[in-house]
């Protein structure tokens, strides 16, 4: 099944609160900078290298649906196959039963194939303005590393989000092609996940594309 | 034939071309690639239908391929494949294939002889274009046996059309020749077939290999036991195991349709089984598998990277969980003695039941002789039967497959430093 171009669902949703927004009660306000400045303070200390770790730290139980767009990257053929995955935009359409979704306090995770990148909480920061949750990885960061990672909450309640990921295990691009990898991307107790396609012009190139949608054979975090 | 007029130097290679073309079939020994083609096929509005042809490559001498191409045309706007793959049959009965038919089976079952079984995945792709290569300095070697100036090929496309509209579909499959002197190990074929020799699951029942092996091991205490492993200097049932450290590049699983669960394990020189992170079993909760699949049409492979290298006195064990008549309908079989489930355990010289469609009386199913069961009388009754090993699609089998190649010689599986083969 062919990616829909930017497909953008349009439709009225209304906003999901977040816990550490200035929308929230006025007696939270003190306990909010305090959050922060931790938030901001384990951030920073753990800004060096990105964050890998071995798996999600608890089983998302809200399934919402993933809009994906064509995507690229850069594989190290003679690296094994290790590869550098650029996303720019997809978009996470939390269940309708969700409890909320918070990017800033809630672990984010995004999982390809057998690995996964992760966030604790506290290190996606929101903007001023609100809505716009950022992480950079500062100095440099690990063989296997999230580069940078932004969310947006978008009017119509999805999240759209952009990032980039090195030390993917795209081995098997260099005796098979295209390949199915399953993809998820999680927040706290939220995500979405789909099968996703990728190729590679040969099996000499660098360049990496993802194309397509795709049933995997099996979901390495189930 | 006559041409009249000048024979300019363009007739001349023409008239030669059509001599040697004249000559005999075609011979596809100095071919730079070998290419099989699956006829175009009809496939009606909201099918889903696994479609088998088998496709005879004529060859005078080996061919050793090390990438492919798989191209798909009338796929895409709702028309897909589950799967399409490419074995290449090792059996002994090639004139047993029609190559004229295309046939609906699942998993292919029905297509071809008694030994249709022996067969080997080497390609797969279901997207419209992919290609696929094997680790570098590795080949496939086919090869024509016996008389049979020609190998065999089966391709199994699974077809589903989502759209509103009668589609059709083709595909072709190009195997590349390896670059002469790039070649360093031959792959060998992985075939064994222990696990399915003392199987037997009674009606009613989900019972593993394991179980049935094991059960045998016990009753026959003196004989040599069943191991339902392979490994490097072990004994087999099907394609000779490699005599010292061996890399496996491939594996995968044969069994048919009421196995409903296939699993292999590594098992170390100890004799431990080394617990794997992998797939978990669904008959016993708790234990996970290196290898794991549920699907006969499409078992999947495990394709290691780096190749897992078995070490002599080191052995992957496998088995199948089969379901006779739990969570699909059980086997039915001609009864031969009042009162005696039918089916025999092939290792103590039994043999699959004689199918019949549905339990009761039954004169015309099974009548008191059948000249294709020599040997055998029946009652004239349709009962449920013991799920055994057999040839038919109706019967089980449980085989390890794949590929491997001998060890470099230096230990491990890195083949860099190792010199090509001879021409």
Known sequence: MAFARRSIRRRTGRRVADCASPEAAPTMNAMHRLLSFCALAIAALAAWGGSVHAGPAATPIYHGKLDMTPAGGKIARKGGGVAMIKVNLWRFEPDALTNGVSPSTERVVIALGEGNWALEPGMLVESKKGGVWTYRAKGKPGPRAIIMLRVKLEADGTYSFRFRITGADMSQLNTEDPVCEPFAFIIGDDDAFDGVMLTSPSFVSSKLRIFDRCTPGGWPWA | ?423
């Open chain 2, 1 to 423: 034939m006559l041409i009249s007029g000048r024979v300019t130097w363009r007739r001349r290679l023409l008239l030669l071309a059509l001599l040697l073309g004249c000559v005999g079939p075609a011979v596809a020994g100095d071919a730079k690639a070998l290419k099989l083609r699956f006829p175009k096929v009809v496939i009606p509005a909201g099918a889903a239908v696994e479609l088998c042809a088998f496709v005879r490559i004529p060859l005078a001498t080996a061919f050793d391929t090390d990438s492919y191409e798989i191209r798909h045309r009338g796929v895409g706007r709702g028309l897909s494949l589950a799967h399409f793959l490419v074995y290449a049959y090792q059996g002994d009965d090639l004139s047993g294939f029609d190559s004229d038919q295309v046939v609906s089976s699942r998993a292919c079952l029905d297509l071809g002889p008694a030994d249709r079984d022996a067969r080997q995945l080497v390609a797969s792709g279901a997207a419209a274009r992919s290609r696929g290569q094997l680790p570098s300095g590795t080949a496939f070697r086919f090869t024509p046996a016996g008389g049979d100036r020609a190998i065999g090929f089966v391709l199994d496309a699974d077809f589903l059309n989502g759209s509103g509209k009668t589609r059709t579909a083709s595909s072709q499959v190009v195997l590349h020749r390896a670059r002469p002197g790039s070649v360093k190990r031959v792959l060998q074929p992985i075939l064994e077939r222990t696990a399915e020799q003392a199987l037997l699951v009674p009606p009613g029942e989900v019972r593993s290999t394991e179980v049935a092996t094991a059960a045998w091991n016990a009753a026959h205490i003196g004989q040599p036991i069943l191991r339902d492993a392979w490994g490097p200097g072990l004994a087999t049932l099907g394609a000779p195991a490699p005599s010292g450290d061996a890399c496996v590049l491939r594996l995968s699983g044969h069994f048919h349709k009421r196995s409903r669960f296939f699993g292999v394990d590594f098992v170390d020189g100890e004799g431990t089984v080394v617990p794997s992170s992998g797939i978990a079993n669904p008959f016993e909760p708790g234990r996970k598998h290196l290898f794991g699949t549920a699907d006969y049409t499409d078992p999947g492979e495990l394709r290691p990277t780096p190749p897992r290298l078995v070490r002599t006195g080191e052995s992957l064990h496998f088995g199948c969980w089969v379901d006779n008549g739990v969570g699909a309908p059980p086997r039915l079989g001609c009864e031969e003695s009042d009162g005696v489930v039918p089916g025999t355990v092939r290792i103590d010289g039994g043999a699959p039941a004689k199918p019949c469609p549905a339990t009761g009386t039954s004169p015309a199913a099974c009548p008191a002789t059948d000249p294709a069961y020599p040997g055998r009388s029946f009652t004239g009754r349709c009962v449920e039967a013991d799920v055994v090993a057999g040839t038919s699609p109706d019967d089980e089998v449980c085989q390890l497959a794949g590929f491997y190649y001998d060890a470099a010689s230096a230990g491990g599986c890195d083949l860099s430093a190792e010199p090509a083969l001879p021409r």
